[in-house]
């Protein structure tokens, strides 16, 4: 896919200053400017990489990186690593030709290495002064998020959250499907459709919490996105379903989704923040996709309050993604300024010993990592099937944007980067009975 069809060369001429410094073999060819430099912080290409003049540098394939205009070059100058290159990325500078999860898997490696490019930095003056490019550095993409308010303040979550969440119900609608389910689905055979897997997993989570035993139990589920596990628990197992978020626009569709299924009577979509539920008892919680907007710091905090909230033999069923070693997403990361500002990825290990201590045990812990990577496959392919829709509801910034973070998140889970667990806990009585299964095998 190429995203734009614009000709390279043309736009953004190949400026040259001459300070007697700036000789390279050919003065017409913006490859060979940059070649000294892209050798040093890339090494051996994987790839081609075309630029705006039409001059190309790498082995052909069917996949090209295009640089567009002089302005990609001087960002990632200006903000060396991921950050340069995500804004060059979102404003268009930087293109693709080809299949994106191939350019970021063959890319990954140099990666690395150029967040540790300080040895380029010759290089980098000599091609910018070569390239007409010695000038301050570009304003970012508006898409770009600068939250406010102290770190998981309650003012800031919201803010966080309403960047990424209320961009839309109809661009969701895009990427999500039918099934409006923002979470890693379950694909239980290779054929499932999204849909499909979606359902699969929202069983899951109703089997693990013993839903399907005991018809009308109470069930908080936090961060309830659109309402799809809550429709989904009150349909097939007639739960009374209390959902929680802070998203305004996710809330009001919830809502609509809710009666539209004729379950006004089971199902209530609340405006809430976590840290304002009390005095109210549920017999199960599910916590999908939500966990990586608490914040290693509230994480105590977080499972004390939910412990709080449930009642003896009562479980907690946590779905999150992961990092080995915990992942606090830096302030001059893509992912951080783009996505999910503030956005931090617990190791499970650490999940598992916050649940303990807030008087959880823990019974069942099981990874999804790979069906996360396929789930987010499906994202991409209904963003591009649907390009144009997408881009007239949210421009066409914030839709490369969207591309840019589900393409490198599905190669993340695919490379093992980074996974998703499932991590279920129950809070015993007072005389330590769990009320757990002897066996998983009514799970599956």
Not at 120 to 147: D, H, K, N, S, T
Not at 263 to 281: H, N, T
Request: aromatic share 6%.
């Amino acid at each position: 896919m190429t995203i734009h069809e614009r000709p390279l060369g043309q736009e953004h001429p190949t400026g040259t200053v001459d300070d007697g410094q700036c000789a390279p073999p050919d003065p017409t060819s913006v490859a060979a400017t940059l070649s000294p430099l892209v050798d040093t912080l890339l090494g051996d290409l994987p790839i081609r990489i075309e630029f705006w003049d039409g001059s190309g540098l790498g082995p052909s394939g069917p996949t090209t990186l295009l640089v567009r205009s002089p302005d990609a070059i001087r960002r990632i100058l200006w903000a060396p690593g991921e950050l340069g290159v995500g804004r060059a990325f979102v404003a268009g500078d930087i293109d693709f030709r080809g299949d994106i999860f191939e350019l970021i898997a063959a890319l990954r490696p140099a990666g690395v290495r150029l967040r540790h490019a300080t040895r380029a930095l010759p290089a980098a003056a000599a091609a910018a002064r070569c390239l007409g490019l010695v000038a301050g550095p570009l304003p970012p993409p508006a898409e770009e998020a600068r939250p406010h308010w102290r770190r998981h303040s309650k003012q800031r979550d919201a803010e966080a959250i309403s960047h990424h969440y209320d961009v839309g119900n109809d661009f969701y609608r895009i990427v999500l499907g039918p099934a409006m389910t923002y979470s890693c689905a379950r694909f239980v055979d290779p054929s499932n459709t999204l849909e499909e897997a979606q359902a699969a997993k929202h069983e899951l989570i109703c089997r693990k919490l013993d839903l399907h035993q005991r018809r009308g139990m109470r069930l908080l589920d936090v961060g309830c996105g659109w309402g799809s596990m809550a429709i989904h628990a009150a349909r097939h197992h007639g739960a009374h379903v209390v959902g929680i978020t802070i998203s305004r626009e996710q809330a009001e569709m919830a809502r609509r989704r809710v009666s539209e299924a004729g379950l006004d009577d089971l199902v209530e979509i609340r405006l809430q923040d976590y840290r304002d539920l009390a005095g109210e008892q549920f017999d199960a919680i599910s916590s999908i996709g939500m966990f990586e907007h608490v914040g290693k710091s509230r994480t105590a905090e977080y499972f004390s309050i939910l412990r709080s909230l449930l009642v003896p033999q009562g479980r907690l069923l946590n779905h999150a993604i992961s990092s080995v070693g915990g992942s606090k997403l830096g302030t001059r990361t893509f992912i951080y300024r783009y996505v999910f500002p503030d956005g931090e990825l617990i190791d499970v290990a650490d999940v598992a010993a916050a649940m303990q201590g807030a008087g959880f045990e823990i019974r069942d812990v099981e990874s999804l990592r790979e069906h996360y990577a396929t789930t987010l496959r499906h994202w991409v392919a209904n963003l591009e099937a649907d390009w144009a829709s997408a881009e007239s509801l949210v421009g066409e910034a914030r839709t490369r944007v969207w591309l840019l973070y589900m393409a490198a998140s599905a190669v993340g889970f695919e490379d093992g980067g980074i996974s998703i667990h499932q991590t279920l806990g129950v809070v015993p009585d007072e005389h330590g009975a769990s009320g757990m299964p002897a066996t998983r095998r009514d799970w599956n």
